[in-house]
């Protein structure tokens, strides 16, 4: 083998060589771009999962938070339910109570007092009216006050018989107070205080009410 012939030989080796190292280079760059890659995926792949995480706490908080507020949403209107119902109910019998034990006048008022005077057998010595106070004016329910102040002596007992068949009579009475004003000769002094309340006329009262005695529009008793 001559020279040139192994320098051609050393040559071609030499580039080979090259060539493969070269080869070489651009492969582990290739797997090391892929390695990369691969780290950055797993990466965003562990931050998608916190995030997803977070994501399904937060709507399980927030889930459960309206179903709180559903709760006592349903709670809070169980009271309201068939409220129209009620009102109906309710205004008919606030209407029944009006028409049946308030009086239209201070005549009824006197004459049902002495009525249950005479049933107990105590005499009635003095009625005194306070203003008449209007209550729940310009509305469908409007009504008038009437305060009293009276008067009566009798025997104990029948004068304890009036005050409660007073208290349980078909026309309402309210007794603010119940003073003893002295005992003599057998006889006992009583002094009540009173409020009922007139209600305007209805129906066919209205008719009538020209004819009813002692009305407050003529000057109430005194």
């Known amino acids: 083998m001559t020279v040139m012939t192994r320098s051609a030989m050393t040559q071609g080796v ?3 060589s090259e060539k493969t190292r070269a080869l070489l280079t651009r492969l582990n760059l290739y797997y090391a ?11 965003l792949l562990v931050h998608m999962g916190f995030a997803w995480r977070a994501a399904n706490s937060q709507n399980a908080e927030a889930v ?5 507020a559903m709760k006592t949403a349903e709670i809070a209107k169980k009271p309201l339910e068939g ?4 009102l109906v109910d309710a205004t008919a019998d606030a209407d029944k ?6 009086p239209l006048a201070y005549s009824e008022v006197l004459s049902e007092l002495g009525a249950l005077t005479k049933k107990q057998n105590v005499k009635m010595t003095r009625v005194q009216y306070a203003d008449p ?16 102040d009276a008067s009566l002596s009798g025997d104990y ?26 005992q003599q000769g057998g006889m006992v002094g009583l002094r009540l205080r009173l409020t009922t309340y007139l209600r ?22 005194r």
Not at 64 to 68: E, P, R
């Open 14 to 16: 030499q580039g080979v």
């Open 33 to 43: 771009g892929v390695a990369a890659l691969a780290l950055v995926n797993v990466y």
């Open 64 to 68: 459960a938070q309206q179903t709180v």
């Open 83 to 86: 409220l129209d119902a009620k």
């Open 97 to 102: 109570f009006s028409e049946r034990r308030l």
């Open 133 to 148: 106070v209007p209550v729940l004016a310009g509305t469908g329910g409007a009504l008038t006050e009437v305060r009293m």
């Open 157 to 182: 007992r029948p004068l304890v018989l009036f005050v409660n068949e007073l208290e349980r009579d078909r026309m309402f009475f309210l007794i603010n107070g119940v003073t003893l004003t002295g």
């Open 200 to 221: 305007p006329p209805i129906g066919a009262e209205r008719l009538a009410k020209s004819g009813v005695a002692s009305d407050p529009a003529g000057g109430e008793p």
